[in-house]
């Protein structure tokens, strides 16, 4: 786990985001595949708060959380939302390799270190491992300087091109064939990423008959570095249902359109403002910052203002 997998979601709102946008399709999904008999799996961090919600919300009882530093697994025994969670001191990949899958599941990879290949690699082949009706969720590094730096050091259009050779050559197979320079730049690095997930997976669907896979919500995010994420459903190979309720999903994204969330860092007077004036960037007089991501504020905050954290103190 790296040092950024401790950091508090109140650091982090996009991040919050992006997770209650997870739990609004596990909730969107739990009716249907009956989610309080899955087997949840993840990363849980020293704080486990993804399992307490998956827990409060979902009423899921099997609760798995995987940690490779000594200290971190210590903290997790400690901080165990419900005695229900059991917490592993092992890498995710590991576990994974030795666990019989005897139920369906819900695994997120929430990975932060830039290992495309080994990662995207691992989510695809879990697709044909898992039961019909698990969830998979994958978090991606989306840094394209984790490509590294060229010596000597270039910039504009032929950093992006020497970019765009690591890219090739880092991923292989893995990589579009019509992938283009341009999408080598900060706010485009992650939806690259995400064509390569998406071949990768489907390539792996297509060696399983029984089973087809349907993507659900993708989004492209940064809180200091860019990161960009996956969830999909292993259905059945005639199953049209969950590809059904998932399109009229509000927040449907496939990874050929994720969701940007690129939200701006608002004080409490100004987010009263905006979710009350339809003309907010009149009524506040001032603009916004952008963000790396090149979104409009205004736009992202209209989109996503029902599920914008709300970070206060509290006196226990």
């Not at 091109?161 to 064939?177: A, M």
């Not at 927040?251 to 403002?273: G, N, V």
């Amino acid at each position: 786990m790296s040092a950024g997998s401790s950091v508090p979601y109140k650091l982090r709102p996009n991040k919050a985001v992006d997770r209650e946008l997870f739990l609004s399709l596990l909730t969107r999904l739990a009716p249907v595949l009956s989610l309080e008999g899955h087997h949840y799996i993840g990363l849980g961090g020293s704080f486990l708060e993804d399992f307490r919600l998956v827990h409060a919300r979902l009423g899921v009882e099997r609760m798995t959380s995987v940690e490779s530093e000594e200290e971190v697994h210590k903290r997790q025994l400690f901080n165990r939302p419900t005695a229900s969670v059991e917490c592993v001191h092992s890498s995710l990949e590991e576990y994974l390799d030795a666990h019989d899958f005897d139920q369906p599941a819900i695994i997120w990879f929430d990975y932060t270190a830039p290992k495309p290949v080994e990662q995207i690699g691992r989510f695809a082949r879990t697709v044909g491992e898992v039961r019909i009706n698990s969830i998979l969720r994958v978090t991606l590094n989306a840094q394209p300087s984790a490509l590294g730096e060229p010596n000597p050091k270039l910039s504009g259009q032929a950093l992006l091109d020497w970019r765009l050779e690591k890219f090739k050559d880092r991923l292989g197979s893995l990589c579009p064939t019509d992938i283009v320079a341009a999408g080598m730049e900060r706010k485009t690095y992650g939806q690259s990423i995400l064509r390569a997930l998406f071949l990768a997976v489907e390539k792996e669907a297509l060696s399983h008959a029984d089973r087809t896979v349907v993507w659900g919500l993708s989004t492209h995010y940064a809180d200091g570095q860019p990161m960009v994420t996956a969830t999909l459903v292993v259905c059945a190979a005639d199953d049209k249902a969950i590809q059904s309720l998932l399109k009229g999903w509000t927040f449907y994204s496939p990874p050929s359109k994720p969701l940007c969330i690129d939200l701006p860092a608002l004080s409490t007077l100004e987010r009263l403002t905006m979710e009350s004036n339809e003309d907010a960037k009149t009524k506040l007089g001032f603009e916004l910052p952008e963000s790396g991501l090149g979104e409009d504020p205004f736009q992202v905050f209209r989109r996503f203002y029902r599920i914008y954290p709300h970070f206060s103190r509290v006196e226990l």
